[in-house]
DNA sequence: ACCTGTGAAGAGTTTCACAGCC
DNA sequence: GGCTGTGAAACTCTTCACAGGT
């Protein structure tokens, strides 16, 4: 099955499945399209299609295996080896990120804090120290591809671009900015204005 | 134009359209879809399709009137008159969320602030003070219908059914559970940590 | 009896091409 | 010339039905 025709979505929905199964009670060994789909609010078939797309690794008429799915996520989602994510911006919104346990599920770390500001250069954030944005330069030494770019808008772009140039490909950005970077970065924007924006709407129009 | 058959994905773009339209330089009186489109990395037609689910607001040959456009998306999406959103919990994420620039952009006012633990109860958290969630129950007669949840996984089912019964029709949910509550009740939910492990699927196979 | 894996149908969304207007 | 509004085509994604395995 090329990786070429998995609809994005699949892809997005690969973590709600590894998290649904990481929060499992230890002695369940098993579990079936169903159960996955009822925990998550979707449906059977869903669960099957999509992890389908990748192989067939359950077992008709029983199920699929809770940790060996576990792996074969982790392996096609590309986190088998606990990624190392810098954070950039030690603000209020980074430093509360840095004790954010979610990341931890996932197997991502924190590798590194930085920010522009003398103040908070030095200053300890959880076992971090932030360091410098100057020194996002030798990210790529320090084996870090992926970064957290929680900086104030008008500082995004430049951010960004440096952390393009040292090496990083994958950015959550959680800036109300679009970032313009080479094609080979990947960028993902949470923008939780904008999602606040679009309940009005469906509370004032039920579906 | 009926509601019912406007895209999902169109209703999600609309803040997006507002704010890059807010964002616009105030001389700057008509805007093209095309220019909108550039801004925010879609393409024109996408924009004009979009836009005109809710009827025929532009110019031929001209563009769009940035300050109607402005005032029509907010009339669509229900935010005209600044909505008041209480938050759930004053940790770390929540004390953040209090100061994010951007729910002021669109509108939206942060009017209370609740916790559980008696040790935040009472304290200042920018010009609010924390409030027992015991309180959130007077939120009905305080003219809230929209909350933001950021409480621990553990406690957030239980204070987003607290919410659903005091009013609160429109949640944005920041922790990483499924909240079932009755169907009236529109959820949002954000996981960083979820939009973080999307990235390295698409960093190890390039689109 | 129960559950997976999957082709095919159906629903939803985007893109395109162009008629019509400034 | 430039831009909007829109039906139709193309594309993507979800749902369904069921064959086949345990």
């Not at 094609?183 to 204005?193: G, L, P, S, Y």
Request: net charge positive.
């Amino acid at each position: 099955m090329s990786r070429q025709n998995v609809p994005d979505e699949t892809i997005r929905r690969m973590p709600m499945y590894l998290r649904a199964l990481l929060v499992c009670p230890a002695e369940r060994k098993i579990v079936s399209s169903g159960e996955l789909a009822e925990h998550l609010g979707l449906n059977a078939p869903q669960v099957r299609k999509d992890l389908s797309y990748f192989g067939a690794f359950g077992t008709p008429g029983v199920g699929y295996e809770v940790g060996a799915l576990v792996e074969r996520i982790r392996t096609i989602m590309g986190i088998q080896q606990a990624p190392r994510v810098a954070l950039v911006g030690a603000g209020k919104l980074g430093r509360a990120l840095v004790f954010f346990e979610g990341f931890k599920m996932y197997g991502f770390e924190i590798a590194a804090v930085f920010d522009k500001s003398q103040r908070k250069i030095g200053r300890k954030v959880g076992k971090l120290t932030v360091e410098p944005v100057s020194a996002i330069g030798c990210l790529g030494q320090r084996d870090i591809r992926m970064a957290i770019l929680a900086v104030p808008a008008d500082a995004s772009q430049k951010a960004a671009e440096a952390l393009a140039e040292a090496g990083v490909t994958g950015i959550l950005n959680m800036t109300f900015c679009r970032l313009r970077l080479p094609a080979q970065v990947k960028v993902a924007t949470i923008d939780a204005a904008m999602e606040l924006g679009i309940l009005p709407y469906y509370m004032n129009n039920p579906g």
